[in-house]
């Protein structure tokens, strides 16, 4: 199950940097990195292996089948952004 980055997150891209899949974006090298307010995990190149989930400074990060309720609109607001339905 991919995971999914959620409302805490500041894009402080500390997730960006441990990710061994660079499923994360936008990455600070992006033009949008400067004006996006969160990241987004790509849900077809996630490979569930958690680092993300230890870089995370908020605890924003959280395994799709396991967000909080009040999150769980992320789940297909992160797959919009990669033009995908959740």
């Known amino acids: 199950m991919p995971y999914v980055i959620a409302a805490p997150c500041v894009a402080d891209y500390s997730c960006v940097e441990v990710c061994p899949a660079q499923c994360i974006a936008p990455l600070p090298d992006d033009a949008a990195f400067d004006r996006t307010e969160q990241l987004f ?38 797959a919009a952004h990669f033009g995908r339905k959740p």
């Open 41 to 78: 995990i790509d849900p077809d190149r996630c490979i569930d292996c958690e680092a993300c989930v230890a870089a995370c400074p908020v605890g924003a990060i959280h395994e799709a089948s396991r967000l909080p309720d009040k999150w769980e609109h992320y789940r297909a607001i992160n």
